[in-house]
Structure formats: structure tokens, C-alpha cells
């Protein structure tokens, strides 16, 4: 069983920044793979940003340069630093990871981003 746990999130204007951490359990956490994911309304969930185990990071092109995936090995936390944030980054931003065949996601963070 893997526990994702989320928290941050919230409320900025244009052009602000917000961070988000998953505190992880149940796993060998230097092990795996983190994801952030986020959800817009009435659109997919698409990958947003992802830290492979050795630290190596990758990005959606939207996000490029504006937010930065890392992870804490000693805390087994993930956090996702949001900057210049624009009224289309807002969705509920969901942390993930693939262990044991199977994906497991964290409860969501809504991310409101005011024009």
C-alpha cells in the first residue's frame, strides 16, 4: 500500500508563485518515479512534471522554465515550486508514482490562478 499525501495549493494572482509537496509512505521511496499531474476543468489529466529516482526531471512544455520538480530522499517528499504562474496553470494539481504494476495518486490540490 502507497500513501500519497498532499498539501499547498491555494489562491494567487498572475504572475505569482505557489508550492506544492507529497509526503509519500509505504514504499522504498529512493525507488521510485514522482509525477505531478494536474486536471483543468473539462479537460484530461496531463503530466505536468516528472523526477526519476536518480533526480533526473522532465517537463511539459507549458510549465518549461516556470516550475521545478524535486525531491527530498530523506523526508520522502516531492515538492512542485510553481512561478510566473498564469490563470491557465489553475487545475487541481495531483502527485504520482508507479509502484508495484499499478499507479497511486494523492487526494488533489486545487491551484487558483487570478487574472
Known amino acids: 500500500q502507497v500513501r500519497l499525501v498532499q498539501s499547498g495549493g491555494g489562491l494567487v494572482q498572475s504572475g505569482g508563485s505557489l508550492r506544492l509537496s507529497c509526503a509519500a509512505s509505504?514504499?522504498?521511496?529512493?525507488?521510485?518515479?514522482m509525477s505531478w499531474f494536474r486536471q483543468a476543468p473539462g479537460k484530461e489529466r496531463e503530466l505536468v512534471a516528472h523526477?526519476?529516482?536518480?533526480?533526473?526531471?522532465n517537463y511539459a512544455d507549458s510549465v518549461k522554465g516556470r516550475f521545478t520538480i524535486s525531491r527530498d530522499n530523506v523526508r520522502f517528499t516531492t515538492s512542485l515550486q510553481m512561478n510566473s504562474l498564469k490563470p491557465e496553470d489553475t487545475a487541481v494539481y495531483y502527485c504520482?508514482?508507479?509502484?508495484?504494476?499499478?499507479?497511486?495518486w494523492g487526494q488533489g490540490t486545487q491551484v487558483t490562478v487570478s487574472s
Open positions: 504520482n508514482t508507479h509502484y508495484r504494476q499499478r499507479d497511486w
Open positions: 509505504g514504499t522504498l521511496f529512493r525507488a521510485i518515479d
Open positions: 523526477i526519476t529516482s536518480g533526480g533526473g526531471t
